[in-house]
T-cell receptor, first 110, second 114 residues
Framework: DAKTTQPTSMDCAEGRAANLPCNHSTISGNEYVYWYRQIHSQGPQYIIHGLKNNETNEMASLIITEDRKSSTLILPHATLRDTAVYYCIAGGTSYGKLTFGQGTILTVHP | DTEVTQTPKHLVMGMTNKKSLKCEQHMGHRAMYWYKQKAKKPPELMFVYSYEKLSINESVPSRFSPECPNSSLLNLHLHALQPEDSALYLC?????????????FGEGSRLTVL
């Protein structure tokens, strides 16, 4: 898996968009970008993934730069329940062999 | 049913004890995983099972012994553990046939070794 770099922590006001960046400059052509989050004392939760194109689902949007060296996870309207550690993973096609980095602690404030 | 169920939620054991962690899923997933997570650290992969066969062992010490008796169950047998093995043990499952990267995690079993 390619190494990823994320800010250690970020704050966001409730109701505002949370934009979480991730650098993965060594990502190879067949590696996907995955995002997971882990709320305190729970198991990680899959959010979204992408290869080249931007992706959107009911939880979030994923914007991947054209050179694929970085990406941004967008939570469009953050709530207090979105407070969690967010992990960006640049991984290959080997299922399940995901290498979690240190992640970003997102704190959503009222 | 999109749940991965892990039991027990909490376990305290001595270094001479033998215990087991259990994991169950009914999503028809044929890949199952054990991850270990120390406090304030990210999860680390331990084992991967595919179609009930061990496919990845991330150089885990033999005092941890995984078992996949059928496609729905995954066990982790623990013997002669050390205090530094205290951690949250996470089970996960996923489809095998297509790579979605979507792992479903349980809430974990928190292990304390005295």
């Amino acid at each position: 898996d390619a190494k990823t770099t994320q800010p250690t922590s970020m704050d966001c006001a409730e109701g505002r968009a949370a934009n979480l960046p991730c650098n993965h400059s060594t990502i190879s052509g067949n590696e996907y970008v995955y995002w997971y989050r882990q709320i305190h004392s729970q198991g990680p939760q899959y959010i979204i993934h992408g290869l080249k194109n931007n992706e959107t689902n009911e939880m979030a949007s994923l914007i991947i730069t054209e050179d694929r060296k970085s990406s941004t996870l967008i939570l469009p309207h953050a709530t207090l329940r979105d407070t969690a550690v967010y992990y960006c993973i640049a991984g290959g096609t080997s299922y399940g062999k995901l290498t979690f980095g240190q992640g970003t602690i997102l704190t959503v404030h009222p | 049913d999109t749940e991965v169920t892990q039991t027990p939620k909490h376990l305290v054991m001595g270094m001479t004890n033998k215990k087991s962690l259990k994991c169950e899923q009914h999503m028809g997933h044929r890949a199952m995983y054990w991850y270990k997570q120390k406090a304030k650290k990210p999860p680390e992969l331990m084992f991967v099972y595919s179609y009930e066969k061990l496919s990845i062992n991330e150089s885990v010490p033999s005092r941890f012994s995984p078992e996949c008796p059928n496609s729905s169950l995954l066990n982790l047998h623990l013997h002669a553990l050390q205090p530094e093995d205290s951690a949250l043990y996470l089970c996960a499952s996923s489809q095998v046939d297509r790579n979605t990267g979507e792992l479903f995690f349980g809430e974990g079993s928190r292990l304390t070794v005295l």
